[in-house]
Structure formats: structure tokens, C-alpha cells
């Protein structure tokens, strides 16, 4: 059922996808309308779906779940730092961040909330608030190979940061919000998916099929789809785990294909940015085959 769950979900997004590849090619949104799509999706989309998972009624079992996920999110990442940077190290920058990252924050929280409901947003969001410190810390070492260049100003200020601080104290200090607040949440929060997928594809419009088969770029994301999931999911089957559902909502955004940031952070420092959506643009097309495959492990070994 998970699988039919799952190969359901992706479809919706590779078609939402396609949306995004017809509006950019036929001219209807500008480079700069995706570039205003990004910041309204990184500033107040993604930030209002963390937010409005918290606001749930406070209980001991959800302060633990909470615990839970933030503890097996940082093993996860640890672990795929420490991977990407024995196999790839400094030298080749795009793919060290490429493997490292996953695409927790546009494919993750859709996924989660598919699979397990609106539970599984609350499970995944401390992954997303370790992913943007590590992008903005570790991942700007490695595309920098500067530590001044880590700044600590723009982690504090970050949007998903933020809201992860604000919706963790409204949880533990139990205030009432208003309805009219988080209806508000949920309709900002519903444009999640589908501007989340119509930008991706803007990247991939940009693309040739020449530049998809990449040979380079299928190591790469292979590594990143198969390889590190496989060695999280051994992870996460050593160690006992009791809650099922948490475990699967974490190992469901490490299963994730490279986080659509790269592009980004390769631009801004000056990396090879056509390298860094090429390896967004193919690791979105393979996670349709992927994903099932390795949550479908999860379930038989978590």
C-alpha cells in the first residue's frame, strides 16, 4: 500500500513538474518570475508548513517524537557528510554538497504528509532545520573551502530556522492561535507542493537531453538516491527504534534526491551551477524509481 502511496505522490509531482518545464519554455514565467518563485517558497511557504505542523496540542509522547526525529535527522546528516566528504572531499565540490544534502524541504514535506499525515511534517521538520544549519555551515566550507565564509548572522535570520524556533515554543508553552491564524497557515502552507514542483521544473527546462545524460552527474546522484539511504536505513536498523512512524517520516526525506539549494549556493559562490541542476533535474526523475524502492526496504527493515 505504502508503494502505491508513494509511486501515487511522485507521479502528482512529476506531473506538476511538466507544469513548470510548459510555463518556462513557452515564455509565461520569465527567469526572474522563478527566481521570485524560489524566494516566496524558501521565505514564506516552507517556513508556514513547519510552523503549522507545531501547532498541535502538547503531550509528552509528541515532546519525545519531537527528540526522536531531531536525534536520528543529525545521525542521518552526520553520516552523510562524513560519506560524501571521504568519497568526493574538496575537489569536487558540487558533488560532496550533492550527496550530502537531500531535498527535505520540497520533496520530503509532500512525501510526508502522503505517507503519514500532517504527523509526519512535525516529524520531518527538525530535518529541515539541521539541513539549512549544515547547508549553512558545512556546505559553504565545501563550496567555499573558507571557513570565514560561514556565517553565523545568516543562519539566525534564516526563514526556516525561525519558524522551527517559533513553532517549537508555541508547542511546548501550549498558546492558543487563533483560527483565523492558522487557517491563514493552511492555505499558505497548501501552495507547498505544487510551487515547490512547478520551480523544479523551471530548472529542468533549462536543460538538453544531452546535458541530462551526464555520466558524471549519474555517480553522483546514484550515491546520493541509493548508496547513503542504504547506509542511513543500516543505521536505523541497528539501533532499536519503538516509534516506526518517525523513523519512517526521517529516512523518508534522507531518501530524498539532492536538495534543489545546490543551485543556488553554486551560483552564489561561483561554482558550476549548469553541473548543480543537472544533478537536482536527474536525481527528481530517478527518485520516481528509487524512492519506493528503498522506503519499501525501510518497511521490512525499521
Known amino acids: 500500500m505504502l508503494v ?4 501515487r505522490q511522485i507521479c502528482i509531482m512529476a506531473l506538476l513538474v511538466a507544469v513548470g518545464v510548459f510555463l518556462s519554455r513557452k515564455g509565461f514565467l520569465s527567469a526572474q518570475g522563478s527566481k521570485d518563485l524560489g524566494s516566496i517558497l524558501l521565505r514564506m511557504i516552507i517556513p508556514c508548513v513547519i510552523l503549522k505542523s507545531y501547532l ?4 509528552r509522547k509528541r515532546l519525545e517524537e519531537l527528540a526522536l526525529s531531531a536525534g536520528l535527522a543529525l545521525a542521518g546528516f552526520v553520516l552523510a557528510m562524513l560519506i560524501a566528504y571521504a568519497v568526493y572531499g574538496k575537489r569536487r565540490r558540487i558533488e560532496n554538497f550533492a550527496a ?4 527535505a524541504g520540497f520533496i520530503g514535506i509532500p512525501l510526508a504528509q502522503a505517507v503519514i499525515g500532517e504527523e509526519g511534517v512535525f516529524y520531518v521538520a527538525t530535518s529541515i532545520a539541521l539541513l539549512n544549519l549544515f547547508q549553512w555551515t558545512y556546505g559553504v566550507y565545501i563550496m567555499t573551502d573558507r571557513r570565514d565564509a560561514v556565517s553565523a548572522k545568516a543562519i539566525v535570520k534564516n526563514p526556516v530556522v525561525i519558524s522551527i524556533v517559533i513553532g517549537v515554543v508555541l508547542f511546548v508553552s501550549r498558546i492558543s492561535v487563533p483560527d483565523v491564524i492558522t487557517s491563514t497557515l493552511g492555505y499558505i502552507a497548501g501552495m507547498n507542493t ?3 514542483m512547478i520551480l523544479m521544473g523551471t530548472y529542468m527546462a533549462k536543460l538538453t537531453p544531452k546535458q541530462m545524460f551526464n555520466r558524471r552527474a549519474y555517480g553522483c546522484v546514484l550515491f546520493r538516491l541509493i548508496f547513503i539511504p542504504a ?11 519503538q516509534n516506526k512512524s518517525v523513523a519512517l517520516a ?15 549556493f553554486a551560483q552564489q559562490y561561483n561554482c558550476d551551477y549548469e553541473f548543480s541542476v543537472v544533478t537536482v533535474c536527474l536525481s527528481t526523475v530517478l527518485s520516481i524509481i528509487t524512492v ?9 527493515a525499521i
Open 231 to 241: 547506509v542511513i536505513l543500516l543505521l536505523f536498523w541497528i539501533v532499536p527504534i
Open 100 to 103: 550530502a544534502f537531500c531535498n
Open 56 to 59: 498541535i496540542q502538547y503531550s
Open 292 to 300: 519506493p524502492v528503498m522506503v519499501t526496504l525501510a518497511q521490512i
Open 250 to 264: 526521517v529516512y523518508l526525506a534522507a531518501a530524498t534526491p539532492v536538495g534543489a539549494n545546490i543551485c543556488v
Open 4 to 7: 502505491f502511496i508513494l509511486l
Open 194 to 196: 505544487p510551487v515547490a
